[in-house]
Nanobody, 115 residues
Framework: QVQLVESGGGLVQPGGSLRLSCVASGRNFSDSNMGWYRQEPGKQREVVAVIFSSGITVVSNIVKGRFTISRDTAKNTVYLLSNSLKPEDTAVYSC?????????WGQGTQVTVSS
């Protein structure tokens, strides 16, 4: 059974940093694409960053220059390093993996940026 578990969210002041982690289990995902979405209350979910099985990364223009996505294939883990956080980055951040024609999602972790 595939399971994704995020961690690292929390309350941070504007300008602060957080590193989110997502551990996938159930199979090896080294040949799969992984990424992060976020969703604010009352708004549609939006893509934050993607890392392909090749290692190529794509980051949304909204967070480009502030967020970095990376992965450790040996640990089946994807990370999102978030710097220079702004109040508008407040959202639930969820990781996903696209494998075998299916998308698997984690439960999400809350990130709140506030003074």
């Amino acid at each position: 059974q595939v399971q994704l578990v995020e961690s690292g969210g929390g309350l941070v002041q504007p300008g602060g940093s957080l590193r989110l982690s997502c551990v996938a289990s159930g199979r090896n995902f080294s040949d799969s694409n992984m990424g992060w979405y976020r969703q604010e209350p009352g708004k549609q979910r939006e893509v934050v960053a993607v890392i392909f099985s090749s290692g190529i990364t794509v980051v949304s223009n909204i967070v480009k220059g502030r967020f970095t996505i990376s992965r450790d294939t040996a640990k089946n883990t994807v990370y999102l390093l978030s710097n220079s956080l702004k109040p508008e980055d407040t959202a639930v951040y969820s990781c996903y993996v696209f494998s075998g024609g299916r998308t698997y999602w984690g439960q999400g972790t809350q990130v709140t940026v506030s003074s």
